[in-house]
């Protein structure tokens, strides 16, 4: 590990469940470039061209995002992904928002598995699949989300596992993964959920 990834890790492993994720794409060498502040961090994941954020103090976002602009101009990355995919605290990043109204914010909830041996409690009635292309305009229904798209999904069940549920012919829920074997989006029919 460098000495700049040493660093952001050392940083993230102040609040180790808050930051897991960014902890766990840092850990696999998905980070292509870090940002630091006295209060922050920046990781550019290079796998998925995305911006993780990890912050201590409300004031250590605006610095971290004009790195990122800088970093973008000097790489000739002119793509319209979104500079900010994620902050870690959101609590602290608020007045960032409020002068940046070109994003849009949407909640995000983080589960972390803490029982050594969760008892799954399967749906007898559900069968499990792989995800294929033919059911790719259900899931685009269900699950809106800016990133997500044919092509992405496509990509997606080449290079990771991407399950259906099914119930009497018809799709109650998927799964997706990344590339890492994370989980990715998901959705399950309340209905259905065991």
Not at 58 to 65: C, G, H, I, Q, R
Not at 86 to 93: F, G, K, T, V, Y
Not at 137 to 162: F, G
């Amino acid at each position: 590990m460098d000495n700049s990834a040493a660093r952001a890790l050392k940083f993230l492993k102040q609040n180790e469940i808050q930051n897991s994720y960014l902890i766990y794409r840092l850990q696999n060498g998905c980070i292509g470039a870090f940002f630091f502040v006295p209060d922050g961090v920046c990781l550019w994941e290079s796998e998925d061209n995305k911006y993780f954020y990890a912050v201590t103090s409300k004031n250590a976002m605006e610095p971290l995002f004009d790195m990122v602009q800088l970093f973008r101009k000097e790489h000739n990355l002119t793509d319209d992904i979104a500079q900010v995919s994620m902050i870690s605290n959101a609590e602290l990043a608020q007045d960032f928002f409020d002068s940046h109204p070109e994003f849009t914010v949407r909640p995000c909830v983080q589960y972390l598995a803490t029982a050594p041996n969760p008892e799954p409690a399967p749906n007898p009635e559900v069968e499990i699949l792989p995800l294929t292309p033919e059911f790719f305009p259900w899931v685009l229904r269900v699950y809106e989300h800016p990133e997500l798209s044919e092509e992405y999904l496509l990509r997606r069940i080449k290079d990771a596992p991407a399950l259906l549920a099914m119930h009497n012919g018809h799709p109650v829920g998927f799964f997706l993964t990344h590339s890492v074997s994370e989980l990715g989006p998901v959705f399950i029919d309340p209905l259905y959920r065991g």
